[in-house]
C-alpha cells in the first residue's frame, strides 16, 4: 500500500508503515528539523511544508492510506479548547486532502477533547459525506505497555468504492518485506515493560509493597496493562503512581544520561507525537483486510 503522512511531526505513522511494509510516498510537516530527521529516515519519500499550501492533486487515484494527527491544542485543556475556533484548527485542511486523494483508507488520532468539544462529530460527519464508514477508538499508550495512559481517538475510516488492487496489487517484494521484519524483531523488545524503581528508595518500595501487597517483579511479569483495568488483576486496586514512581525525579529535571543536546526539542517532538506502536497493529489489521479483499478480487 502507499501511504501519505499529513501532520508527519516525528514520523510515527511512517515508522509504523515502513514495519507493515507499506510505500512511504510522501509527508507533510511544518517544522524544518522535524522534515531533516524524517528525510534521513525515509530519503525516497517527498516532503511538503506547509498543509495549507499542499496541493494533492497529483497524488489522486494513486494513495491508498492517508494518515494524519491534526494539532490537538484546539482541543486540548493546554491549548485553552478553543475548537473550531481556534487557527491551529486544521481538520479542514486535511478533509480536503482526503476529497481530493479519496484513498481508500483514512486513520487520523487526536486528544479526548474532540468528544467532547464535537469536533469527532464532525470529521466522521465530513467523511461519510465523501462515502466512507468510520469507527473511532479510544486506544492508550498503555495498551502496548506504555507506562503512562496518554488516552487517544484513533479515527479509522474506509471506502469499500476503492479499489485498492489497482493501485498496488502485485507490487509484493517478499525480500523487501523479509527485511523490514527482520528489522523489526531487534527493536521490538523495546516494548517490554522496563523497571523503573531502581532509582526508587528501598524504603518507599518497601512502604507500597506492603500497602498493596505486590512487589515489583509480579507487577512486571504480569505486564504493566493489566493494572490499568485491562483484564482481570489480583491487584486490580494498585494506583498508577505505583509503577510511576520511578518517574517523579523527572520534576527537578531529566535522570542522568537523558539531559542531552536539544532537549526542549526532542521533549516536544515526543509530546506531540503519536504512539507509533499504537497505529502499527492498526495498519497490521488494515494489511490482512486489505490481502483479504484483493485475494477475493482475484478468485471471484
Known sequence: MRHLSLFN??????????????????????????????????????TYRFIEEFDPMPFKGTIDIISGSDPCQPHSYAGLGRGTNDNRYLWPEMFRCIQSIHPAWIINENVVGTVSNGVLDIKISDLESEGYTCQAYNIPAEAVGALHKRERIWLIAYDSNCKIDNRTAGKYDKKKTKKILSEWNKIQHTWIPVNLWNGASNSYKKRWEDKYNANIPIILSEKISRYFGFGDSPHGDIPAHIIESGIVGMLNGLPEGMDYNNRYKRCQAIGNSIVWQI??????????????INIYVTHH
Open 279 to 292: 497505529a502499527y497493529e492498526i495498519f497490521k489489521c488494515i494489511d490482512v483486510i486489505n490481502n483479504n
Open 9 to 46: 511531526g516525528i514520523g510515527g505513522f511512517m515508522l509504523a508503515a515502513h514495519f507493515v511494509g507499506w510505500e512511504n510516498v510522501a509527508y507533510v510537516e511544518r517544522e524544518l528539523w522535524l522534515n531533516e530527521l524524517t528525510k534521513k529516515n525515509f530519503p525516497n519519500a517527498k
